[in-house]
């Protein structure tokens, strides 16, 4: 087994010993999807992918498994296992239930948010606006589902959290499928806004602008073509070049 997958914090890069090699390998495979170099109907061979973290099929297995109840990985029988493709009425399903989430969580998240968890979605939002300054679409589409993770972190309602997860990853497939523009899908200065009545506990406020910014997000869908890679050594080529 080699040493790659040390439970390291992206954020602090500091070894996090409870994170086991399950999770390192699905927080690799969920952020590939939340950039969306993971295209909708990629395969995920269990080969490719133990040969490129240096883990069993078991882990990958079961990292894969964590995705398919999250609905972002659809595994099919004697067939393996895909990134899942929302047809067009599934996405109207979706987006229409991350609407109703999205609505919920900023009323509850402008009762309990603490001044901490407002200062952290302030250094992403910051982190957002850097990626954007320099066109690295993939990370700032990555940061955006990731702010919207950690409102529902504030709303202090453990469901929540997990159905927003799953949410917000499904919502970066479809994204993939029928964004009509490849520039971010989210306004860093919508996420300001929603922060600043959020730390004023406006929960009427936040109700409205956040309706107002998934507004914005669904305008820029239609169909369109995907144009990730297939190609798993590539999606990962930075964790192999660790690993080298």
């Known amino acids: 087994m080699t040493g790659l997958l040390k439970a390291t914090n992206k954020k602090t890069k500091q070894t996090n010993p409870k994170m086991t090699q399950d999770d390192i390998v699905y927080g690799h495979i969920f952020d590939a999807i939340l950039e969306q170099r ?4 990629t ?7 133990g040969e490129i973290f240096g883990v069993s099929r078991t882990i990958i297995r079961r990292a894969l498994l964590r995705l398919s109840v999250e609905q972002v990985v659809s595994t099919r029988p004697n067939r393996g296992s895909i990134v899942a493709s929302p047809t067009v009425e599934e996405a109207m399903q979706i987006l229409k239930a991350r609407e109703v989430m999205e609505l919920a969580i900023v009323e509850l998240a402008a009762e309990n948010a603490t001044p901490e968890q407002i200062a952290k979605c302030r250094a992403m939002v910051a982190e957002e606006n850097e990626a954007i300054a320099k066109n690295d679409t993939g990370r700032s589409i990555r940061l955006s589902g990731e702010f919207h993770i950690e409102l529902a972190a ?3 309602n453990l469901p929540l959290m997990s159905f927003q997860r799953s949410l917000v990853s499904q919502c970066s497939l479809i994204i993939a499928l029928y964004e009509s523009s490849k520039k971010t899908h989210c306004s860093c200065d919508e996420h300001t806004q929603l922060l600043d009545v959020i730390e004023a506990g406006d929960k009427q406020a936040a109700i409205a602008l956040m309706k ?3 507004d914005h997000i669904n305008s820029k869908l239609n169909l369109h073509d995907d144009s990730g890679t297939q190609d798993l ?8 070049k660790k690993k080298a």
């Open 212 to 214: 107002t910014h998934l």
């Open 233 to 240: 050594h590539a999606v990962f080529s930075k964790v192999l």
């Open 38 to 41: 993971l295209p909708p109907g």
């Open 154 to 156: 504030m709303a202090n």
């Open 43 to 49: 395969k995920l061979s269990e080969e490719a992918l």
